[in-house]
């Protein structure tokens, strides 16, 4: 994992006035393309099909867009959104009983693929797959239809 999101963990769980900090930053960044492009290029960890679709104006405009309109009403309801994830859940993976499907990228370097395979092994009946080659953002932007085709073409009734 980045030391950067090993970081924001970190803080989510001590310190999410600090988080709180990072987002506004990122807020105020997402009207300066070539600044976020420079920053996220300037990690050498970055695996090359997320460089290449950073490289990609149409996929980065996109992607601040998207951020502008998450943080449109400010910064609270993601900071949360992270401390979420930090803290304990209040349930464990083993008591999902719903179908579950993970894409991951084996590239991924937020969100390391241990991981993914931990969280596929510990869910029951979860239908993973891993993706050779791709990165955090790479994984979206090539394979979305494929996800949503799997989300949809699968028998998702509870018993």
């Not at 719903?98 to 009946?125: F, K, Q, S």
Request: glycine share 4%; net charge positive.
């Amino acid at each position: 994992m980045l030391p950067s999101v090993r970081l924001l963990f970190r803080l989510a769980r001590h310190a999410p006035w600090a988080v709180n900090l990072m987002m506004q930053n990122m807020a105020r960044s997402t009207n300066k393309p070539e600044r976020v492009r420079k920053q996220a290029l300037s990690n050498r960890r970055l695996p090359a099909a997320d460089v290449a679709v950073l490289e990609n104006d149409e996929f980065l405009n996109t992607l601040l867009a998207s951020t502008r309109e998450a943080f449109r009403t400010g910064t609270r309801g993601a900071t949360w959104d992270f401390v979420l994830c930090a803290r304990p859940w209040g349930f464990r993976l083993e008591e999902i009983q719903v179908p579950t499907y993970l894409w991951h990228g084996e590239a991924d370097v937020n969100a390391p693929v241990t991981m993914g395979h931990a969280i596929a092994r510990a869910i029951p009946n979860c239908q993973a797959t891993f993706v050779p080659g791709e990165g955090h953002l790479s994984l979206a932007r090539k394979h979305m239809d494929e996800i949503f085709r799997s989300f949809f073409s699968k028998d998702t009734s509870i018993s």
